[in-house]
């Protein structure tokens, strides 16, 4: 199963204090251990550079730690370069959904992950991604790896 990762994913399961920690880790871990593939772009290191340098909690961490993090994760999955016909493409489906502003980079990321065919898009906003009539499964993840690879009909 190859499965492409959102911004909201990866920032939850590289934050043990985020809410969503439990069932976005496992992902990272199965990514690390190789039992499935993954996907992510560079504009998906950018956003979760400033997303996780702008937490409003406590912990907080600092552009370079956020840089230490993200590399970790570089290091199990390259993020996937984008060009101008991905942000093109986004544009186009943006504006098919009748969509503005913000939709567009949610755009990016699904167009980018069908393009590269993954099997399956996880994201903790998974209403603002079906807005954009995905081509592939979009589903938040569950911790149990395992289960959703059944329950999407993966196995």
């Given amino acids: 199963m190859r499965i492409a ?17 439990a069932t976005a880790s496992p992902w990272l871990e199965a990514l690390d251990g190789g039992q499935i593939e993954g996907f992510w772009t560079t504009h998906a290191y950018a956003e979760s550079w400033a997303v996780l340098t702008r937490m409003p ?8 730690d956020a840089l230490r993090v993200l590399e970790s994760l570089v290091a199990i999955v390259p993020p996937t370069p984008l060009g101008f016909t991905e942000y093109r493409a986004a544009a186009q489906r943006a504006s098919d959904a009748g969509g503005r502003s913000g939709l567009v980079f949610d755009a990016l990321h699904l167009v980018a992950a069908e393009a590269d065919g993954a099997d399956a898009f996880l994201t903790y906003n998974v209403t603002d991604f079906q807005r954009l009539k995905p081509a592939i499964v979009v589903a938040a993840p569950q911790a149990d790896v395992a289960d959703f690879r059944i329950r999407h009909g993966f196995e």
């Fill in 57 to 64: 909690t406590a912990d907080r961490i600092l552009g370079a």
């Fill in 5 to 21: 990762l959102d911004t909201s994913v990866l920032v939850a399961g590289l934050m043990q204090s985020h809410p969503h920690f």
